[in-house]
Protein backbone atom coordinates (compact mmCIF):
# COMPACT_ATOMS: atom_id res chain seq x y z
CA UNK A 1 0.00 0.00 0.00
CA UNK A 2 1.52 3.36 -0.84
CA UNK A 3 1.84 5.81 2.05
CA UNK A 4 -1.04 8.24 2.44
CA UNK A 5 -0.29 12.03 1.52
CA UNK A 6 -0.08 14.87 3.82
CA UNK A 7 -2.12 17.33 2.89
CA UNK A 8 -2.23 20.91 4.65
CA UNK A 9 -4.05 24.06 4.29
CA UNK A 10 -3.07 27.56 4.56
CA UNK A 11 -6.42 29.62 5.96
CA UNK A 12 -8.60 28.59 8.52
CA UNK A 13 -11.70 30.51 7.56
CA UNK A 14 -14.98 29.50 5.47
CA UNK A 15 -12.99 28.35 2.32
CA UNK A 16 -10.03 27.09 4.35
CA UNK A 17 -12.38 24.82 6.00
CA UNK A 18 -14.60 23.47 2.55
CA UNK A 19 -10.87 22.18 1.72
CA UNK A 20 -9.85 20.74 4.98
CA UNK A 21 -12.50 18.81 5.48
CA UNK A 22 -12.84 17.21 1.78
CA UNK A 23 -9.20 16.57 2.01
CA UNK A 24 -9.85 14.85 5.29
CA UNK A 25 -12.38 12.97 3.77
CA UNK A 26 -10.64 11.22 0.67
CA UNK A 27 -9.14 8.18 0.68
CA UNK A 28 -5.49 7.78 0.73
CA UNK A 29 -5.52 11.65 2.15
CA UNK A 30 -4.42 12.86 6.20
CA UNK A 31 -4.81 15.78 6.54
CA UNK A 32 -2.10 16.89 8.62
CA UNK A 33 -1.78 20.71 9.50
CA UNK A 34 -3.55 23.62 8.89
CA UNK A 35 -1.66 27.09 9.05
CA UNK A 36 -3.16 30.07 10.48
CA UNK A 37 -1.73 33.25 12.23
CA UNK A 38 -4.98 33.21 14.50
CA UNK A 39 -4.65 30.32 16.58
CA UNK A 40 -7.96 29.71 18.09
CA UNK A 41 -9.61 29.94 14.38
CA UNK A 42 -6.55 27.63 13.46
CA UNK A 43 -7.55 25.25 16.58
CA UNK A 44 -11.40 25.00 16.29
CA UNK A 45 -10.62 23.95 12.06
CA UNK A 46 -7.71 21.71 12.65
CA UNK A 47 -9.00 19.74 16.46
CA UNK A 48 -12.06 17.74 15.10
CA UNK A 49 -10.00 17.00 11.96
CA UNK A 50 -6.97 15.40 13.79
CA UNK A 51 -4.44 18.29 12.58
CA UNK A 52 -1.86 20.07 13.72
CA UNK A 53 -1.77 23.53 13.70
CA UNK A 54 1.23 25.85 12.98
CA UNK A 55 1.87 29.73 12.76
CA UNK A 56 5.26 29.16 10.98
CA UNK A 57 5.20 28.06 7.32
CA UNK A 58 8.89 26.21 6.97
CA UNK A 59 7.52 23.95 10.02
CA UNK A 60 4.05 23.79 8.26
CA UNK A 61 5.73 22.52 5.01
CA UNK A 62 8.26 20.10 6.79
CA UNK A 63 4.67 18.05 7.61
CA UNK A 64 3.00 18.00 3.95
CA UNK A 65 3.50 16.62 1.31
CA UNK A 66 0.62 18.59 -0.60
CA UNK A 67 -0.95 22.03 0.11
CA UNK A 68 -4.24 24.26 -0.40
CA UNK A 69 -3.73 27.94 -0.59
CA UNK A 70 -6.80 29.30 0.86
CA UNK A 71 -5.66 33.02 2.46
CA UNK A 72 -6.70 36.21 1.56
CA UNK A 73 -6.36 36.27 -2.58
CA UNK A 74 -3.43 38.97 -1.78
CA UNK A 75 -1.39 36.39 -0.02
CA UNK A 76 -2.04 33.35 -2.80
CA UNK A 77 1.07 34.59 -4.81
CA UNK A 78 3.41 34.28 -1.98
CA UNK A 79 2.37 31.47 0.36
CA UNK A 80 2.02 29.23 -3.30
CA UNK A 81 5.81 30.19 -4.48
CA UNK A 82 7.27 29.33 -1.12
CA UNK A 83 5.85 25.75 -1.42
CA UNK A 84 6.27 25.24 -4.67
CA UNK A 85 10.08 26.10 -3.42
CA UNK A 86 10.05 23.67 -1.24
CA UNK A 87 8.75 21.09 -3.99
CA UNK A 88 5.12 21.08 -2.38
CA UNK A 89 2.19 19.98 -5.06
CA UNK A 90 -0.65 23.41 -4.88
CA UNK A 91 -3.85 24.03 -5.02
CA UNK A 92 -4.59 27.70 -5.04
CA UNK A 93 -8.23 29.23 -4.07
CA UNK A 94 -9.07 31.34 -7.07
CA UNK A 95 -7.85 33.30 -8.14
CA UNK A 96 -4.19 32.28 -8.60
CA UNK A 97 -2.68 35.94 -7.98
CA UNK A 98 -3.52 39.32 -7.88
CA UNK A 99 -0.99 39.95 -10.54
CA UNK A 100 -0.41 38.44 -14.06
CA UNK A 101 3.42 38.22 -13.51
CA UNK A 102 2.88 36.34 -9.94
CA UNK A 103 0.39 34.12 -11.54
CA UNK A 104 2.79 33.39 -14.74
CA UNK A 105 5.95 33.15 -12.21
CA UNK A 106 3.68 30.53 -10.23
CA UNK A 107 3.60 28.41 -13.60
CA UNK A 108 7.19 28.55 -14.22
CA UNK A 109 7.82 27.86 -10.46
CA UNK A 110 5.32 24.56 -11.01
CA UNK A 111 7.25 23.57 -14.38
CA UNK A 112 10.71 23.71 -12.12
CA UNK A 113 10.00 21.88 -9.06
CA UNK A 114 7.98 19.03 -11.35
CA UNK A 115 5.37 19.97 -8.65
CA UNK A 116 1.35 20.17 -9.66
CA UNK A 117 -0.19 23.05 -9.58
CA UNK A 118 -3.67 23.50 -9.43
CA UNK A 119 -6.60 26.33 -9.35
CA UNK A 120 -9.97 26.46 -7.61
CA UNK A 121 -12.01 27.19 -10.32
CA UNK A 122 -14.28 24.26 -9.45
CA UNK A 123 -17.06 25.66 -11.50
CA UNK A 124 -15.66 23.46 -14.71
CA UNK A 125 -16.71 20.41 -12.82
CA UNK A 126 -20.60 21.66 -12.84
CA UNK A 127 -20.11 22.51 -16.82
CA UNK A 128 -18.38 19.26 -17.00
CA UNK A 129 -21.58 17.76 -15.41
CA UNK A 130 -24.08 19.51 -17.68
CA UNK A 131 -22.11 17.86 -21.10
CA UNK A 132 -20.83 20.95 -22.06
CA UNK A 133 -16.92 20.59 -22.21
CA UNK A 134 -17.49 18.35 -25.00
CA UNK A 135 -19.39 19.30 -28.03
CA UNK A 136 -19.28 18.87 -31.64
CA UNK A 137 -20.10 22.93 -31.65
CA UNK A 138 -18.70 26.09 -29.91
CA UNK A 139 -21.35 28.51 -28.26
CA UNK A 140 -21.48 31.85 -30.73
CA UNK A 141 -22.56 33.56 -27.32
CA UNK A 142 -22.58 33.57 -23.54
CA UNK A 143 -24.38 35.67 -21.14
CA UNK A 144 -23.41 35.13 -17.97
CA UNK A 145 -24.76 36.96 -14.31
CA UNK A 146 -22.81 36.24 -11.12
CA UNK A 147 -24.37 38.93 -8.26
CA UNK A 148 -23.96 38.42 -4.57
CA UNK A 149 -25.10 40.84 -1.58
CA UNK A 150 -22.33 42.14 0.80
CA UNK A 151 -20.56 40.11 2.83
CA UNK A 152 -17.36 42.18 3.48
CA UNK A 153 -15.43 39.05 2.61
CA UNK A 154 -12.46 38.71 -0.16
CA UNK A 155 -12.11 42.67 -0.31
CA UNK A 156 -8.58 42.53 -0.89
CA UNK A 157 -9.31 42.39 -4.57
CA UNK A 158 -12.27 43.46 -7.25
CA UNK A 159 -15.82 41.43 -7.93
CA UNK A 160 -14.03 40.73 -11.28
CA UNK A 161 -11.36 38.57 -9.58
CA UNK A 162 -13.71 37.50 -6.47
CA UNK A 163 -16.63 36.78 -8.55
CA UNK A 164 -16.48 37.26 -12.38
CA UNK A 165 -13.45 35.11 -12.94
CA UNK A 166 -15.26 31.65 -12.64
CA UNK A 167 -17.32 32.92 -15.69
CA UNK A 168 -14.44 34.24 -17.18
CA UNK A 169 -12.42 30.63 -16.88
CA UNK A 170 -15.67 28.92 -18.10
CA UNK A 171 -15.79 31.56 -21.60
CA UNK A 172 -12.34 30.88 -22.00
CA UNK A 173 -12.71 26.90 -21.90
CA UNK A 174 -15.23 26.95 -24.00
CA UNK A 175 -14.04 29.39 -26.75
CA UNK A 176 -10.76 27.07 -26.41
CA UNK A 177 -8.44 30.49 -26.77
CA UNK A 178 -7.85 33.68 -25.54
CA UNK A 179 -10.25 36.85 -26.35
CA UNK A 180 -8.86 39.21 -28.55
CA UNK A 181 -10.84 42.19 -27.85
CA UNK A 182 -11.95 43.61 -23.88
CA UNK A 183 -14.26 45.50 -23.19
CA UNK A 184 -15.82 46.64 -19.47
CA UNK A 185 -16.92 48.95 -16.83
CA UNK A 186 -17.63 48.94 -13.21
CA UNK A 187 -18.65 50.58 -10.18
CA UNK A 188 -16.59 50.96 -7.18
CA UNK A 189 -18.84 51.27 -3.92
CA UNK A 190 -16.68 50.19 -0.84
CA UNK A 191 -13.02 50.67 -1.36
CA UNK A 192 -10.34 51.04 -3.80
CA UNK A 193 -11.75 47.78 -6.21
CA UNK A 194 -14.66 47.31 -8.43
CA UNK A 195 -17.83 45.73 -6.24
CA UNK A 196 -20.24 45.83 -9.36
CA UNK A 197 -18.29 44.84 -13.52
CA UNK A 198 -19.68 44.32 -17.42
CA UNK A 199 -17.46 42.88 -19.28
CA UNK A 200 -17.78 41.73 -22.88
CA UNK A 201 -14.72 39.50 -24.40
CA UNK A 202 -14.56 39.00 -27.84
CA UNK A 203 -12.98 36.08 -29.42
CA UNK A 204 -11.23 35.50 -33.03
CA UNK A 205 -13.41 32.63 -33.81
CA UNK A 206 -16.53 34.99 -33.64
CA UNK A 207 -17.81 33.78 -30.46
CA UNK A 208 -18.12 36.93 -27.77
CA UNK A 209 -19.26 36.44 -23.87
CA UNK A 210 -20.98 39.09 -22.07
CA UNK A 211 -20.05 38.86 -18.10
CA UNK A 212 -21.88 40.85 -15.15
CA UNK A 213 -20.98 40.23 -11.47
CA UNK A 214 -21.68 42.42 -8.80
CA UNK A 215 -21.19 41.58 -4.51
CA UNK A 216 -23.41 44.63 -3.47
CA UNK A 217 -26.46 43.04 -5.13
CA UNK A 218 -29.99 43.10 -3.31
CA UNK A 219 -30.36 39.37 -3.54
CA UNK A 220 -27.75 36.35 -5.32
CA UNK A 221 -28.51 35.57 -8.91
CA UNK A 222 -26.30 33.15 -11.45
CA UNK A 223 -27.38 32.31 -14.87
CA UNK A 224 -25.82 31.48 -18.03
CA UNK A 225 -27.20 31.61 -21.48
CA UNK A 226 -25.38 30.11 -24.15
CA UNK A 227 -26.09 30.54 -27.80
CA UNK A 228 -25.04 27.73 -30.20
CA UNK A 229 -25.24 27.82 -34.12
CA UNK A 230 -28.01 24.92 -33.47
CA UNK A 231 -29.99 25.53 -30.21
CA UNK A 232 -29.89 27.69 -26.97
CA UNK A 233 -29.28 26.79 -23.34
CA UNK A 234 -30.69 28.81 -20.21
CA UNK A 235 -29.49 27.77 -17.11
CA UNK A 236 -30.32 29.18 -13.12
CA UNK A 237 -28.19 27.31 -11.27
CA UNK A 238 -29.18 28.59 -8.19
CA UNK A 239 -33.23 27.56 -8.89
CA UNK A 240 -31.64 24.76 -10.94
CA UNK A 241 -33.64 26.13 -13.34
CA UNK A 242 -32.81 24.18 -17.42
CA UNK A 243 -34.27 25.21 -20.31
CA UNK A 244 -32.43 23.19 -23.11
CA UNK A 245 -33.65 24.04 -27.23
CA UNK A 246 -30.01 22.38 -28.66
CA UNK A 247 -29.85 19.03 -29.89
CA UNK A 248 -26.52 18.01 -27.44
CA UNK A 249 -28.68 15.67 -25.18
CA UNK A 250 -27.18 18.05 -22.04
CA UNK A 251 -28.10 16.76 -18.34
CA UNK A 252 -30.85 19.15 -17.13
CA UNK A 253 -30.18 17.10 -13.98
CA UNK A 254 -26.64 17.47 -13.53
CA UNK A 255 -27.13 18.91 -9.96
CA UNK A 256 -27.88 15.49 -8.87
CA UNK A 257 -24.60 14.28 -10.33
CA UNK A 258 -21.16 13.72 -8.20
CA UNK A 259 -19.74 16.94 -10.15
CA UNK A 260 -22.90 18.93 -9.79
CA UNK A 261 -23.68 18.14 -6.49
CA UNK A 262 -19.89 18.85 -5.13
CA UNK A 263 -18.04 20.62 -7.44
CA UNK A 264 -15.26 21.77 -4.87
CA UNK A 265 -14.81 17.82 -4.07
CA UNK A 266 -14.52 17.07 -7.45
CA UNK A 267 -11.63 19.71 -7.87
CA UNK A 268 -10.12 18.68 -4.64
CA UNK A 269 -10.35 15.03 -5.81
CA UNK A 270 -8.79 15.80 -9.22
CA UNK A 271 -6.23 17.73 -7.91
CA UNK A 272 -4.60 14.72 -5.46
CA UNK A 273 -5.48 12.29 -8.50
CA UNK A 274 -2.90 14.16 -10.13
CA UNK A 275 -0.33 14.55 -7.64
CA UNK A 276 -0.85 10.28 -7.27
CA UNK A 277 0.07 10.20 -11.15
CA UNK A 278 -3.63 8.44 -11.77
CA UNK A 279 -4.81 11.65 -13.72
CA UNK A 280 -2.91 13.62 -16.32
CA UNK A 281 -4.08 16.72 -14.51
CA UNK A 282 -6.12 18.84 -12.44
CA UNK A 283 -9.39 20.14 -12.98
CA UNK A 284 -7.76 23.39 -13.66
CA UNK A 285 -4.06 23.84 -14.26
CA UNK A 286 -2.07 26.69 -13.32
CA UNK A 287 -1.51 27.65 -16.79
CA UNK A 288 -5.17 28.05 -17.70
CA UNK A 289 -5.98 29.80 -13.84
CA UNK A 290 -2.45 32.27 -14.96
CA UNK A 291 -4.71 33.24 -18.53
CA UNK A 292 -7.88 33.88 -16.61
CA UNK A 293 -6.35 35.60 -14.26
CA UNK A 294 -4.48 38.12 -16.90
CA UNK A 295 -8.29 38.58 -18.66
CA UNK A 296 -9.54 39.22 -15.33
CA UNK A 297 -7.30 41.78 -14.49
CA UNK A 298 -7.49 43.56 -17.89
CA UNK A 299 -11.33 43.85 -17.50
CA UNK A 300 -10.29 45.38 -14.00
CA UNK A 301 -8.23 47.66 -15.40
CA UNK A 302 -11.21 48.60 -17.74
CA UNK A 303 -13.69 48.54 -15.74
CA UNK A 304 -11.86 51.28 -13.43
CA UNK A 305 -9.68 52.92 -16.46
CA UNK A 306 -6.32 51.94 -14.67
CA UNK A 307 -2.83 51.30 -16.50
CA UNK A 308 -2.77 49.42 -19.20
CA UNK A 309 -1.82 45.83 -18.38
CA UNK A 310 -0.07 43.60 -21.19
CA UNK A 311 -2.68 40.96 -22.32
CA UNK A 312 -0.78 37.43 -22.95
CA UNK A 313 -2.28 35.15 -25.27
CA UNK A 314 -2.06 30.90 -24.95
Known sequence: MPQPLRAGVIGAGVFGGHHARKCASLPGVVLTAVLDPHEERAEALAGPLGAAIFDDMDAFLDQVDLVTVASPASTHARLAAEALRRGRHVYVEKPLADDAEDGRA???AAEESGAVLACGHQERAVLRAIGLLDLPERPTRIEAVRRGTFTGRNTDVSCVLDLMIHDIDLALTLAGEAPEEVTARGRITQGPFADEARAELAFSGGMTARLEASRTADRRERTMRLVFPSGELEIDFLSRRFVDATPFGLDGRFAET??????????????????????????????????????????DRKAVQRPKLRLVRG
Not at 271 to 276: G, K, M, T
Request: hydrophobic share 60%.
Open 106 to 108: LVA
Open 258 to 299: PDGRDPLGASVAAFVAAVRGEAPRPLVTGAEAALALDVALEV
